[in-house]
Each structure stands twice: as structure tokens, then as C-alpha cells.
């Protein structure tokens, strides 16, 4: 008999994957500070996407989360940039 294994996503993987979001829409921003944590596991065979919102006007602090195909989210984060 054979088993298939489902491979997780490495939960500091995911959680740069957040931090790379925010550098790449934003190149000359430097993150003064960082925080996450998983809410449910992230599988390899699934397509996964990076959302985030700014959350104050002058987009110092931004919300962020993992999601896969269905919607689910795996990973939330908060990052606040430097003044």
C-alpha cells in the first residue's frame, strides 16, 4: 500500500512570503516591525496569493494574510513600517 503525504508549507516561509509582498509593492520601505501567526496549514499543491490592507491613511501599518484556492486562510500578519 502506498500513502500519499500532503506537504505542508514551512510556516517562516510563508510568513516571508508576507514580509516580500510588502517590500516588492513598496521597495524603499524598511519594516520597523513584524508579527504573525498561522491560522491553518498551507498545503504545496495549492495555489497560494498574498493579500494585505493598509490600516491607517498615512500606510505606515498593513494588515496581511496568505490565502489558498479555496479561500482559506493559513497565515495573518501585521507590519509596521518605519516613521
Known sequence: ???TIERLVHEPLSAMM???A????NP???IEKFSYRAT???YMDKLEYIRGKWTDESK???TL?????DE???MTGFVELVK
Not at 510588502?22 to 509593492?25: A, K, S, Y
Not at 494574510?65 to 484556492?69: G, R
Request: with cysteine.
Open 40 to 42: 491553518n496549514p498551507l
Open 22 to 25: 510588502v517590500v516588492h509593492n
Open 72 to 74: 482559506r486562510v493559513g
Open 28 to 30: 524603499d520601505v524598511q
Open 18 to 20: 508576507l514580509l516580500e
Open 60 to 62: 505606515r501599518t498593513a
Open 1 to 3: 500500500k502506498y500513502r
Open 65 to 69: 494574510w496568505c490565502v489558498d484556492e
